[in-house]
């Protein structure tokens, strides 16, 4: 259980320690700076420990905000101070320095005087910690606050108007409104988050986990698509209908964390890779419904599913290049800055981008009404027009400012290109023998590679481009990716290797090797997607040997040529499936054991563009 250190006693009236205790802590009183030094040696160092002045006025989410969220290890607003296991060293040294500083207590000639000397040193202990903490240098998170009041009056009056300001704001209407995202797309602000937050609140108070609805949503996803891939038209509208529930319950799960702040490191790789798996799993229930029908659309599905893969490696890929890059301006930005503050634009501008409410919207009312075929017709068009729009902004974006990237930038942008062994030995022997083409060496390695293999389909012209692409890709990496496009370089990749998968199982003609191309892409994709959330944990890239493991994006698109010159049809697809089930195992099993391990980063991203 934390706990809680009072420095002083609360005055009459006081809701201090009733509202520590409702947050779960366990309340202790320190009379002195030298009782609060020795009341915090005395809590285990697994536990969040907090000093509380005892003369505190304000909202309990205040408290809440500053006091329980498990993603800082150190925290303060006015009038607190808290740290968790990771922070609880530099806060016992900035105690005992304060508590040295002063003596103890203040001197004083007599008993009354000692006392009120002890209280003067008392008074103002936390909020002169946290300034200790400072000084040292120590990350201190001060949640935003808006509304909420937390203060530390120092007279009657004071405390009157502080308690008045109290009341004037509701309390629980600031902790839901806070629970939902600041920024979100149309559909999911108008049509969803007006309810969504009741029933994260429902959950709340019942004692379910941000994890446990997280696990639900999925669960409904994949009824969904079991129920899609039915073929019937009451399996499609069941699948429309679960479809557009499991994306409430995806909704409530970040609002009941936010509500309720229960931040976890499972619950982060959950919600970051969840979405994905239901959004896929969804594209294959109606490429089996269609199936069914007689209809095969498993090359839309799967075609769907590179167009939205690649839309996500541009957006991860633009935005790590430019986390840090100093002088990051440029007239397009000023532009996009100037229409975000135009109400109506605001709106357009997050509809035409097609976020993950809109499409799941958009799919749920097709697959209901129409076919599978026109679901996956309108799905492309739509994000094709979504990705060219977001690409050409961001194109024009870079080449109009002046950044200077950062060796972080680069090091992420390299650690999403995802080269294996291949790549690697031919960039070491080229490294500084080659220009810096980064973007058009990924481009042309691309085209070549997906040219022949939608035009020739399986044989040696492909296994040919394939070869030449390993090349080409590691010219693209041979050095530091810190140009204005270099941003470019994964997405180009990302593409190349999808879309030659694609095209080679398609011109295969072998039944059944559609699908399992759906399940390698699947599989590589959720690798990329592993890879981004944990640059964004800042805990680096998967480790190399995983990255060699499974070949690099150059080895496999080369592999997969190479299978589909030499095995027959069925062969291939035999193939596909067992390389499929291969690369899923290695990469599951790896990024299982770092999301549970103790050392994995809680990734919470409140502006995903899903």
């Excluded at 202790?28 to 040696?41: I, Q, S």
């Excluded at 007239?331 to 097609?354: C, E, N, Q, Y």
């Excluded at 902004?393 to 290109?417: E, I, K, M, N, P």
Aim: glycine letters at 8%; charged letters at 15%.
């Amino acid at each position: 259980m934390p706990t809680a250190i009072l420095t002083g006693q609360p005055v009459p009236g006081s809701s201090i320690e009733p509202d520590l205790r409702s947050l779960g802590f366990d309340v202790r009183v320190a009379g002195d700076a030298a009782d609060a030094e020795t009341l915090l040696a005395a809590v285990p160092g697994d536990q969040r420990v907090a000093v509380v002045d005892a003369r505190f006025v304000g909202h309990r989410h205040a408290l809440r905000l500053g006091l329980t969220d498990p993603r800082f290890p150190l925290a303060a607003l006015p009038g607190a101070v808290t740290a968790q296991p990771a922070g609880r060293q530099a806060l016992t040294r900035a105690v005992a320095r304060e508590n040295s500083a002063n003596g103890g207590t203040a001197p004083g000639g007599d008993t009354a005087s000692a006392e009120s000397g002890a209280q003067d040193v008392v008074d103002g202990l936390a909020d002169r910690i946290a300034t200790a903490l400072d000084a040292d240098g120590a990350d201190v998170h001060r949640p935003e606050l808006g509304s909420l009041v937390a203060a530390v009056p120092a007279d009657p009056q004071a405390r009157n108007e502080a308690r008045q300001a109290v009341s004037a704001v509701d309390d629980e209407a600031v902790r839901l409104k806070s629970a939902v995202k600041a920024r979100d797309g149309f559909f999911t602000t108008h049509f969803i988050s007006p309810y969504s937050r009741y029933i994260a609140r429902w959950c709340a108070r019942r004692g379910l986990t941000p994890n446990q609805v997280t696990t639900a949503s999925l669960l409904t996803a994949l009824i969904a698509a079991g129920c899609a891939a039915t073929g019937t038209r009451g399996g499609f509208v069941a699948a429309g209908v679960l479809l557009i529930a499991s994306f409430v319950l995806d909704c409530t799960d970040g609002q009941l964390a936010r509500y309720s702040l229960q931040y976890s490191t499972l619950g982060a790789w959950l919600d970051a890779t969840f979405d994905r798996a239901k959004e896929y799993a969804y594209y294959a229930g109606l490429a089996l419904g269609a199936a069914r029908g007689g209809d095969d659309v498993w090359a839309l599905a799967l075609g769907a599913m590179i167009l939205q893969t690649c839309r996500h490696v541009v957006d991860f890929s633009f935005n790590e290049a430019n986390h840090d890059a100093t002088a990051n301006t440029s007239p397009t930005a000023a532009l996009s800055d100037k229409l975000d503050s135009v109400g109506w634009t605001v709106w357009v501008r997050r509809m035409i981008v097609l976020p993950i409410g809109e499409r799941w919207a958009m799919i749920a009312v097709l697959t209901a009404a129409t076919t599978p075929r026109i679901t996956f017709y309108a799905l492309l068009v739509g994000c094709a027009f979504a990705a060219a729009y977001t690409t050409a902004g961001r194109v024009l974006r870079s080449l109009t400012r002046r950044a200077q990237r950062t060796d972080r930038a680069a090091r992420a942008l390299a650690d999403l290109t995802d080269v294996g062994p291949l790549a690697e030995a031919v960039a070491r022997a080229a490294r500084g023998k080659v220009p810096h083409l980064a973007p058009l060496s990924a481009a042309l390695g691309a085209a070549a590679v997906v040219t022949a293999a939608g035009l020739t389909g399986p044989g040696w012209w492909t296994v040919l481009a394939a070869a030449v692409y390993v090349p080409l890709s590691a010219a693209a990496v041979a050095r530091p990716l810190t140009g204005a496009l270099d941003w470019l370089v994964p997405p180009f990749f990302r593409a190349a290797e999808y879309l030659a998968v694609l095209f080679l199982a398609a011109r295969s003609d072998a039944d059944g090797a559609l699908p399992a191309a759906f399940g390698l892409v699947a599989a590589v994709a959720y690798h990329h997607y592993d890879t981004v959330y944990r640059i964004r944990g800042n805990a680096g890239a998967p480790p190399a040997w995983l990255v060699r493991a499974v070949g690099g994006q150059e080895g496999r698109t080369l592999l997969v040529a190479v299978l589909a010159a030499l095995l027959t049809a069925g062969q291939f697809t035999v193939a596909l499936t067992v390389l499929a089930v291969a690369v899923a195992l290695v990469v599951l099993v790896e990024s299982i054991r770092f999301w549970v391990s103790a050392g994995a980063p809680a990734v919470h991203d409140e502006g995903e563009p899903a």
